[in-house]
Nanobody, 114 residues
Framework: QVQLVESGGGLVQPGGSLRLSCAVS????????WGWYRQAPGNQRELVAT???????NYADSLEGRFTISRDAAKNTVYLQMNNLKPEDTAVYYC????????WGQGTQVTVSS
């Protein structure tokens, strides 16, 4: 079993930044990919970014280089640095861990609005 707890969401103005954190516990040694996904109202959940145990990263093309995923193995935490936020980034952001079974956090709301 793997447990994931997200934090760091909130309300931010367009052009602002936020850093999301995901604290991971449980069978961490079995995880080979960590990721962030998001779901806006009326939309399906979509990939934002992933990072493998070896450090390889993958991002959604639509992000245009504004987001960065990272992992601190010593702290068992995965981060998502989000810069130059846009209203269309508004969504619930979910942390994911794959063992290959998928584990999900409860989600954290990010709202980009003036």
């Amino acid at each position: 079993q793997v447990q994931l707890v997200e934090s760091g969401g909130g309300l931010v103005q367009p052009g602002g930044s936020l850093r999301l954190s995901c604290a991971v516990s449980g069978s961490i040694v079995r995880i080979y990919t960590w990721g962030w996904y998001r779901q806006a109202p009326g939309n399906q959940r979509e990939l934002v970014a992933t990072v493998t145990r070896g450090g390889s990263t993958n991002y959604a093309d639509s992000l245009e280089g504004r987001f960065t995923i990272s992992r601190d193995a010593a702290k068992n935490t995965v981060y998502l640095q989000m810069n130059n936020l846009k209203p269309e980034d508004t969504a619930v952001y979910y942390c994911n861990a794959r063992t290959p079974k998928d584990y999900w956090g409860q989600g954290t709301q990010v709202t980009v609005s003036s």
